[in-house]
């Protein structure tokens, strides 16, 4: 039976019965009130409940219990198109950074790790966490990040004469270690704190990452030569141009939508086809460019066995690799889970519960298991990650507004997310066939300038969805001809904003400064510290209205129900078995339901409202789950703030 979508009167007595934040007037709203305020203290950590108290592995536990009802409705959900370029689109986005990632690594570990040990590493990920995770969406592989701990580590090691690959192996058990006990004790419960503030200085460092990376992918090409080099950057630019247009093209009016869908899904990959045949051509043919490094199929790029002899070390350097270790930790720790919280976004309708804990039980395995076969360290991708969610999401068209000034006017809407496995899977099976002969050879076919011109599209589109990069944008805009329909034209006080961005602009210095010294190992520490200060520092000095604009959740509070919700937020139980509000489409909204490419639907599925994200809902429901979902006020604690004052 199809779900009843509420009609206006309905959605007004749920908003103002779910969602409202004005007091209750009669005594039985009142006793209710009371109930409920005691249940939001209780979820957000009182003193009934304080933080050093824990249920071992209940994280864990209530993980794989939230998660396990859409098991197989993860792979029955494979059966959709989006599928088919997300798998294409995630196996370039992912496979062709890390080859870059390789190359650094290559040329500054005295080439301990190869293309091979860094596509293994992605496999490793891609499998376990496609099949195993709780968060199947989180695309997991090598970072740039890691890639700085490597050689940073190589860098403090090996002038000791300290065998390389066996204290990395100690680092990667160790690590393991502790991220188990993170999971065992539920130390995610802390990503409650984690807002758009923190999430959005990362985000920026790994975009200025991509940047550099591609810059000095471009500087070795001095060594074939200077016209080797100049023709490099005319590539690179080329690559950065074309892939980001292609970007564009997809979000514009342009070319009839079963060519512009295309454009969007394809332009990547086959940009960087086209432009690795494309140095072939004419009197380029005769200029000599820097190729990517690759070795013999399925084994290791130095002269040993995929096994490391972690017991060809000294006892006092078992020991000295417990303090890179635990750095290790904090980052995986808060990179891993900052990826996750930016693929599951709010801006991403997703409808399956997410899973920290038991994901970073996960991640200390492969971790663990990597050390062992001496292949990097993988872990969440950003922008990877988010992307792959973008990529698998199914738009609705609809018309901005129902008057006849701006009749004929659209805009997309997302109706729902494709979540399932496949994806993540095939893209990571895909990798493996790279490690295999012909295609080894391949790869070493790709010019490395086209591999920079990647970087630079990459990290270019990771900075324009970023918050420091909007409020940047409108502060730098004309106020005359600012729409105040802009969020952020409704603080009263400009100078909040410059301070604001100040402050993620100091700690995106710092993180990027401290990277690029010896002690570039430490530098998620600095991020770390920025995490107590947006919670208990911002709120002094910035108003409740202004943090409310300026700063968000990370994720809804769906996604946040594993770790017990986002910092402040109220949450009650659902005890009428109807599941979580839903928003409503009118039919005259539509503008046209046979946009099957647009949409990325499968046959089967209906569009409309009884259909598509109405129908999926009511499955979910019919599976039992629906009645154990919490509703959300979704406020944050200077929202709470902000009605008490007003109140008053």
């Known amino acids: 039976m199809a779900l009843r979508s509420p009609n206006r009167q309905e959605k007004s007595r749920q908003s103002r019965g779910l969602f409202s934040s004005e007091s209750p007037n009669s005594p039985n709203e009142e006793g209710l009130s009371r109930e409920h305020t005691r249940r939001s203290a209780r979820s957000t950590g009182s003193k009934h409940n304080a933080w050093w108290r824990t249920t071992l592995f209940s994280g864990m536990i209530n993980d794989v219990r939230r998660r396990a009802p859409y098991f197989w409705s993860d792979w029955k959900d494979a059966w959709d198109y989006r599928v088919v370029p997300a798998t294409v689109y995630m196996y370039f986005a992912n496979i062709l950074p890390a080859l870059a990632f390789s190359l650094d690594m290559f040329a500054n570990t005295d080439e301990s790790f190869g293309v091979n040990e860094v596509l293994l590493a992605s496999v490793l990920a891609a499998v376990v966490f496609s099949v195993c995770a709780a968060q199947p969406l989180v695309i997991v592989g090598v970072t740039g990040p890691i890639t700085v701990f490597n050689y940073t580590v190589y860098d403090i090691i090996a002038p000791r004469g300290t065998n390389y690959f066996a204290f990395m192996c100690w680092i990667g058990l160790w690590s393991l270690v502790m991220h188990w006990i993170l999971a065992i004790t539920n130390a995610c419960n802390s990503l409650k704190y984690v807002t758009r503030f923190s999430c959005d200085i990362f985000g920026f460092y790994v975009a200025f990452i991509y940047l550099q990376k591609g810059i000095q992918v471009l500087t070795r090409q001095w060594e074939a030569g200077d016209t080797s080099a100049y023709l490099s950057i005319a590539i690179a630019l080329m690559v950065t141009i074309v892939a980001y247009l292609c970007g564009v093209i997809g979000h514009s009016s342009l070319f009839q939508r079963h060519i512009r869908k295309f454009i969007e899904d394809y332009g990547t990959p086959l940009t960087v086809i086209f432009f690795t045949g494309f140095v072939h051509i004419g009197k380029m043919k005769d200029i000599e460019l820097l190729k990517l490094p690759t070795s013999r199929a399925f084994f290791p790029t130095t002269d040993r066995g995929w096994f490391i002899h972690f017991w060809d070390i000294s006892v006092g350097d ?43 039980f996960l991640l200390g395995l492969t971790t663990g298991v990597a050390g062992l076969l001496g292949i990097p360290f993988p872990n969440g991708l950003i922008p990877q990650a988010p992307f792959h969610t973008t990529s698998l999401c199914v738009t609705r068209t609809v018309s901005d507004s129902d008057d006849e000034t701006n009749k004929g006017h659209t805009r997309k809407i ?84 410059w301070i604001f961005v100040a402050l993620e602009l100091v700690g995106f210095g710092a993180t990027f400064a401290i990277t690029q010294t010896i002690a570039a190992i430490g530098f998620p520490v600095f991020i770390l510290l920025y995490i107590p200060l947006r919670t208990w520092g911002l709120p002094r000095w910035f108003t409740p209205q202004e943090l409310s604009i300026l700063d968000a959740p990370t994720a809804s509070p769906f996604t946040m129900e594993s770790v ?39 046959g089967s599925t209906k569009s409309g409202k009884d259909g598509g994200f109405w129908e999926s809902r009511e499955a979910l429901g019919a599976a039992g789950v629906g009645a154990s979902r919490r509703r959300s006020s979704f406020r944050t604690p200077e929202q709470i703030e902000l009605d008490n004052l007003t109140k008053a």
């Open 414 to 497: 997302v109706d729902h997310v494709v979540e399932q496995r496949v994806s993540n899977l095939a893209q990571g099976l895909l990798t493996l066939g790279t490690m295999t002969g012909p295609l080894l050879i391949v790869l070493h076919l790709i010019p490395q300038a086209v591999l920079a011109g990647l970087f630079f599209v990459m990290g270019i589109q990771a900075l324009e969805a970023n918050g420091i990069t909007l409020k940047i944008l409108f502060l730098a805009k004309d106020r005359h001809l600012t729409p105040r329909s802009d969020p952020l034209a409704r603080i009263d006080r400009q100078l909040a904003i």
């Open 564 to 602: 017990g919700g986002n910092h402040g937020e109220i949450i009650e139980a659902d005890t009428t078995g109807q599941g979580t509000p839903l928003p409503e489409f009118s039919d005259q909204d539509i503008i046209d339901e046979s946009d099957g490419a647009e949409r990325g639907e499968a």
């Open 318 to 360: 078992v020991f000295l690799a417990i303090p890179f270790a635990l750095l290790l930790t904090i980052l995986f720790y808060f990179d891993h889970n900052v990826s996750s919280l930016i693929a599951q976004g709010t801006e991403f309708p997703l409808r399956k519960p997410a899973g920290f804990h038991w994901d970073i």
